[in-house]
């Protein structure tokens, strides 16, 4: 059988190869555009104009979908690794499945309501998709650690804690900076006052949404492991 093809794989690398194209995608159609500076612009920023604001708003809401299948999945692996010995609570792994849908859902917001159409709409639902995201990943990586030797490698949890750090470490400049920064055109120049805050916040953005990427990368062997069937029954 083909590696992507045993038990629920494809799930982890679809969402890991489709949202890196939505990020890579935006970035070059609104570079060839004009849109956009070449530097380190915000990812919303490459989806803020059309065309690629259509192609922006599709492609992340797919990912949001694909990422709401991928967590769900990943909440009821740990529910049935669980069952005997109980290693992970049962309240953690619901509490990072629901952080994990809070995450999906900024990013539908995110992809709804363009950031120079409804700004703080916009920058809400981006809000709650990188708190909950970075959350989840913390989370997520202490249940790998508790379930240990029973699904991951000791090796893969720590490459989850490790991606959990950078993309912690990386939120609180994107937030922080982002808030010293007054000028909202898509277009900076490097002698404007706060363009040192820009370039950092918006350098430690790419990194945050690029740690989420790999931090779904390392869920592809666990997900080799396990298949999720619906059953019917008929109500009494």
């Known amino acids: 059988m083909l590696w ?32 956009v500076d070449v530097i380190f612009p915000y990812i919303s920023d490459t989806g803020a104009n059309p065309p690629e604001s259509c192609i922006f708003g599709l492609m992340t809401f797919v990912s949001a979908c694909a990422g709401t299948a991928t967590i769900y999945a990943r909440y009821k ?10 290693m992970v609570k049962t309240s ?15 990013m539908c917001i995110v992809a709804t309501f363009q950031e120079t159409a409804v700004t703080t709409v916009h920058d809400l639902g981006a809000l709650v998709f990188f708190v909950s995201g970075v959350l989840y990943i913390i989370l997520q990586s202490v249940m790998s650690f508790q379930a240990y030797p029973r699904g991951s490698s000791v090796n893969l949890c720590r490459a989850r804690m490790g991606i959990a750090v950078i993309a912690a470490v990386a939120f609180f400049p994107t937030v922080i900076c982002a808030f010293f920064v007054k000028q909202t055109t898509l277009h900076r120049n490097t002698d404007d006052e706060d363009y040192p805050f820009h370039i950092t916040s918006a350098v430690c953005e790419w990194v945050v949404a690029f740690s989420f990427i790999c931090f779904f990368l390392t869920y592809i062997d666990d997900f080799k492991l396990f298949n999720l069937r619906v059953r019917t029954e008929f109500a009494e």
Request: proline share 4%; glycine share 6%; charged share 15%.
């Open 77 to 86: 692996f740990v529910e049935k690794l669980n069952e005997e010995p109980r």
């Open 4 to 35: 992507f093809k045993q038990g629920l794989c494809f799930l982890p690398v679809f969402l890991v190869i489709w949202s890196s194209f939505t990020f890579v995608v935006t970035y070059i159609i609104a570079l060839f555009r004009h849109d």
């Open 92 to 106: 953690l792994n619901k509490a990072t499945l629901c952080l994990g849908m809070m995450s999906c859902l900024g």
